[in-house]
């Protein structure tokens, strides 16, 4: 079965820095992509994008772009979203999701998210 | 980037109703738009890829159409399960932008 664990809730002040990470198990996850999308509260979802473990070649948004950091262990089947100092405007829930392999790159598994909370 | 727009924004509608939501993209995406399901405090599930390709496990009363720039998904009788919020994404090219969501309720 495949399974996408992501890691627990966060809470953390404005400038400090986050790692949340997302387990995958039941597929090879060397070969598939893994996508990270951004919901903030109340609002609908946004791509962030996506990395390919077996490489670590990434596609990033332009609106997310030196904003966060993705990065994978292939050794261990986790990927990983990073902030070096977050902002107020970070609280969200981000979710990851496996980049099915075939044509059309659509999201077929999804983490069940990791409500992220930035606030004095 | 492409940007997508839904319609209606908000939708309600009864149990066995047939209803169907619009996805329209500002450029041609051929077949690359992928519907999901959103139910409150849960992750999206895929219900339709490569615009209308029903996922494994999805209940055949939901069906996507078209092509291009203009999309609908459809479902032929609502459930109880369905009253969720809908978002198309297009996978055509990155950013694989979604809209905005078609909350469906009761």
């Known amino acids: 079965e495949v399974q996408l664990v992501q890691s627990g809730a966060e809470v953390r002040k404005p400038g400090e820095s986050l790692k949340i990470s997302c387990k995958g198990s039941g597929y090879n996850f060397t070969n598939y992509w893994i996508g990270w999308v951004r919901q903030m509260p109340g609002r609908g979802l946004e791509w962030m994008g996506v990395i390919y473990p077996g490489d670590s070649d990434i596609t990033y948004s332009p609106s997310f772009k030196g904003q966060v950091t993705m990065s994978a262990d292939k050794s261990i089947s986790i990927a990983y979203l990073q902030w070096s100092s977050l902002k107020a405007s970070d609280t969200a829930m981000y979710y990851c999701?496996?980049?099915?392999?075939?044509?059309?790159?659509?999201?077929?598994?999804w983490g069940q998210g990791v409500l992220v909370t930035v606030s004095s | 980037d492409i940007q997508m727009t839904q319609s209606p924004s908000s939708l309600s509608a009864s149990i066995g109703d047939r209803v169907t939501m619009t996805c329209r993209a500002t450029?041609?995406?051929?077949?690359?738009l992928n519907w999901y399901q959103q139910k409150p405090g849960k992750a999206p599930t895929l219900l339709i890829y490569?615009?209308?390709n029903l996922q494994s496990g999805v209940p055949s009363r939901f069906s996507g159409s078209g092509s291009g720039t203009d999309f609908t998904l459809t479902i032929s009788s609502l459930q109880p399960e369905d009253f969720a919020t809908y978002y198309c994404q297009q996978s055509f090219r990155t950013p694989h932008s979604f809209g905005p969501g078609t909350k469906l309720e009761i």
């Open positions: 999701a496996r980049r099915e392999s075939g044509w059309n790159a659509q999201f077929d598994y």
């Open positions: 450029q041609s995406i051929s077949r690359y």
């Open positions: 490569g615009a209308s």
